[in-house]
């Protein structure tokens, strides 16, 4: 089984942007890169827990399906500017507070892992990219750009992911083979 890999750039992040129609589609890529989430969290997300938000704002989810640990994350405006027009069109189609962020386009059903993964990939390979995409793309391209363009430090990471191990957050970060071989390269 191939392992999901993470966008690594961000030119190759605006590619995908350039590919995506659909409100919901748009919200479910920025959401899923900048609020970290497993997919199964982000998907258990109702429409009472972004509605009225703005930049800044907190969104708690009290048990994350997997750890079962608590996670806070704040919404930057990529995030506010993608969800307004989603929750709008969600109730413009009878949606109420209490029902799913992200569903099915016929179905109107909560969108289910299997369908975000399969998403993930079609985005990617539309926008040309090569790899292994799924539901946990996001989280990982979140990861991999902020250590790799922003040299954010793998401890706070670690925490940011929500990781109990460092050696789990490492495999996120993708540790590149051309990264190996500058440090071989470095004379001192």
């Not at 258990?44 to 009290?62: A, R, Y």
């Not at 997997?66 to 996670?71: A, F, H, S």
């Not at 363009?149 to 590149?176: C, F, G, W």
């Amino acid at each position: 089984m191939a392992t999901t890999e993470p966008i690594k750039s961000s030119e190759d992040i605006q590619k995908v942007r350039n590919v995506l129609t659909l409100k919901r589609d748009r919200a479910l890529f920025e959401l899923g890169m900048h609020l970290a989430f497993r997919g199964s969290d982000l998907l258990s997300l109702n429409i009472k827990h972004v509605i009225g938000k703005v930049t800044g704002d907190e969104i708690k989810v009290t048990s994350e399906k997997k750890t079962r640990k608590p996670r806070i994350t704040n919404l930057n405006q990529q995030c506010i500017d993608v969800l307004k027009p989603l929750i709008r069109e969600r109730f413009n189609e009878g949606a109420k507070i209490n029902d799913p962020l992200f569903v099915a386009q016929r179905s109107k059903n909560r969108l289910t892992i299997v369908s975000l993964s399969r998403l993930w990939n079609h985005w990617c390979k539309l926008a040309g990219l090569e790899g292994t995409f799924a539901s946990h793309s996001g989280r990982k391209t979140k990861a991999y750009i902020m250590r790799v363009e922003d040299e954010m430090p793998i401890e706070v990471l670690m925490k940011v992911l929500n990781h109990s191990s460092p050696a789990m957050t490492l495999r996120y970060a993708s540790i590149q083979d051309k990264e190996c071989k500058q440090f071989y390269m470095r004379a001192l």
